[in-house]
């Protein structure tokens, strides 16, 4: 019994490798547990090499899956980064734009002489600038920044603060522009220059009676001398009321200006407009002679503000 547990125990396997040629036969003679052992270690590399592999292919697809959402994040930032500088491209040219108007309307103002009282208030450019100035611009990192968020925000306040602020000015630019036509159209209409080449002879107002020599009488106008055919031209721009003769003032062109301008060209020898034209200043409206009432050729020249006569060497 006893050497049968022990003939158990020290059991062996023997392995038998027989070649075909003549050789004798090898034989590998092991306790019986060492091939199991190997067995096991095998089994034991093949799970693990499985494991392994599986472990493997999982980081590589969570790799290659974070490569293709880095790479996207990427693309977007860059479209937003793009946005947000052609925003701050169009943002800066609508400030360059917005200022330039207000120094340009202010020239023009200036230039034509109107008081700035009821234009552009002269603080839209500082508030524009601080406006646009306390927007932070900084590189975007990824699409959670919430500073990203909140340039964008800040942005499209600013956006509309410059939109209330382009409406207020384009109002104040309307209504500056209707001042201006108002105040060139006036400008057009008053007389402002000598109706002919030539020198003074008679002043406005009292003087002694040209052809008797006695007592005095009011001089409605100016008289210029003149040669016969000098060319008169309008002062102002306006339209030919009368054209013709009239007792006294011989061959005689009245334009009316508006604005309550009358001018009066009188003594003339031809006369080149006809009731109804318009006319520019400086236009040629007719020649000097001495119809009427003259004693040598000579324009004598009236200049009517609101119905009464003025002195014209106000309006030289
Ligand atoms: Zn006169």
């Given at each position: 019994m006893k050497k049968a547990v022990k003939k158990n125990k020290n059991k062996h396997i023997t392995f038998l490798y027989i070649p075909e040629n003549e050789s004798s036969v090898k034989t590998l003679r092991m306790t019986s547990w060492i091939p199991k052992i190997i067995i096991l270690v095998l089994i034991a590399t093949l799970i693990y090499a499985s494991s392994y592999t599986v472990a493997y292919r999982n980081l590589k697809d969570k790799y290659e899956i974070s490569l293709c959402n880095i790479q996207e994040i990427t693309t977007i930032n860059n479209s937003q980064k793009i946005e947000i500088e052609r925003l701050e491209e169009n943002a800066q040219k609508i400030q360059e734009q917005l200022c330039e108007n207000v120094n340009a309307l202010q020239e023009i103002k200036e230039l034509v002489g109107i008081k700035d009282d009821n234009t552009v208030p002269s603080n839209?450019?500082?508030?524009f600038s601080n406006i646009y100035q306390s927007?932070?611009?900084?590189?975007?990192?990824?699409?959670?920044?919430?500073?990203?968020?909140d340039h964008i925000f800040e942005l499209k306040t600013s956006f509309v603060s410059l939109s209330k602020v382009a409406k207020s000015q384009k109002t104040a630019?309307?209504?500056?522009?209707?001042?201006?036509?108002?105040?060139?159209?006036?400008?057009?209409?008053?007389?402002?220059?000598?109706?002919?080449?030539?020198?003074?002879?008679?002043?406005?107002?009292?003087?002694?009676?040209?052809?008797?020599?006695?007592?005095?009488?009011?001089?409605?106008?100016?008289d210029f001398a003149a040669k016969r055919g000098t060319p008169v031209m309008a002062t102002a721009d306006g339209t030919v009321t009368y054209s013709g003769w009239k007792s006294g003032y011989g061959n005689m062109v009245i334009i009316s200006h508006g604005y309550g301008f009358?001018?009066?060209?009188?003594?003339?020898?031809?006369?080149?407009?006809?009731?109804?034209?318009?006319?520019?200043?400086?236009?040629?409206?007719?020649?000097?002679?001495?119809?009427?009432?003259?004693?040598?050729?000579?324009?004598?020249?009236?200049?009517?503000?609101?119905g009464k006569n003025v002195d014209p060497s106000r309006y030289f």
């Open positions: 839209i450019q500082d508030n927007i932070p611009f900084q590189p975007i990192v990824n699409t959670n920044n919430t500073n990203f968020t630019i309307e209504d500056s522009a209707k001042s201006i036509k108002d105040r060139v159209a006036y400008l057009k209409a008053k007389p402002s220059i000598k109706p002919v080449v030539g020198k003074i002879t008679a002043g406005y107002g009292y003087r002694k009676n040209p052809f008797s020599g006695r007592g005095s009488e009011f001089h409605k106008g100016v009358i001018t009066v060209y009188a003594h003339n020898s031809q006369l080149l407009v006809k009731i109804g034209d318009k006319v520019k200043r400086g236009q040629i409206i007719s020649k000097v002679g001495s119809t009427g009432r003259s004693t040598a050729p000579h324009l004598h020249y009236e200049i009517k503000l609101n």
